[in-house]
């Protein structure tokens, strides 16, 4: 049971390319989420899927896209990075009907320069 | 920004002393939660406490919480080294599966 992975761990961008952070769950969730941190910030919410085949924009949508590919499966797309978008990316599953707890991967780490 | 504020930022005690930090929140709530992180890790729940209790334990960790002026307060006793790390409070707005985190308090426990 590995929880909730996020791959890759680590990525360098330059300013206007473009890439996919992965974000697969097996623990049957309903709801999954992609969290940015910045640094003495908390965690700001930018997209959020409450079931599969549902997204909705959280607290800092702009500048990002994604996918709820499956009930396990949900990705973070950065069409065209800006070095705002320099990061940390923590993606997360719950079941909020229930219990409300959140599970958390590893997080991306990520650098646009 | 619709992020809660935790006090202090910072804290830094002595092995054995209780660890205290408070979080206020702008929205109505279903419940809230406090998280710990360690460094360069993912966060990892730690206990939820409904909008309609006012006190729970478990373990060394107590939070209460007061709706009314819309705050929260996290005490672990008799700390350990290892409780170093940062701790956020979350809540999820009523009628929503959002969560909004604290901006959170960094706790070192020194040996």
Not at chain 1, 12 to 31: E, F, I, R
Not at chain 2, 59 to 71: A, E, H, M, P, Y
Request: aromatic share 10%.
């Amino acid at each position: 049971n590995a929880g909730v992975t996020q791959t890759p761990k680590f990525q360098v961008l330059k300013t206007g390319q473009s890439m996919t952070l992965q974000c697969a769950q097996d623990m049957n969730h309903n709801s999954m989420y992609w969290y940015r941190q910045d640094p003495g910030m908390g965690l700001r919410l930018i997209y959020y899927s409450a079931s599969e085949g549902t997204t909705d924009k959280g607290e800092v949508p702009n500048g990002y896209n994604v996918s709820r590919l499956n009930k396990r499966e949900f990705s973070l797309r950065l069409e065209s990075a800006a070095p705002s978008q320099t990061s940390v990316y923590f993606c997360a599953s719950s079941v909020p009907e229930s219990s409300y707890e959140q599970y958390f991967g590893p997080g991306t780490r990520l650098t646009v320069t | 920004s619709q992020q809660g504020e935790e006090d202090p930022q910072a804290l830094s005690i002595q092995e054995g002393e209780n660890a205290t930090m408070n979080c206020s929140y702008k929205t109505s709530i279903n419940n809230l939660q406090w998280y710990r992180q360690n460094s360069g890790r993912g966060l990892v729940h730690l206990i939820l406490i409904r909008s309609n209790e006012r006190e729970k334990h478990s373990g060394r960790l107590r939070v209460t919480l007061d709706t009314s002026k819309k705050s929260s307060s996290l005490l672990i006793t008799a700390s350990r080294a290892a409780d170093t790390a940062s701790y956020f409070c979350a809540t999820v707005r009523s009628g929503t599966y959002k969560y909004i985190f604290g901006t959170g308090t960094r706790l070192k426990v020194l040996a």
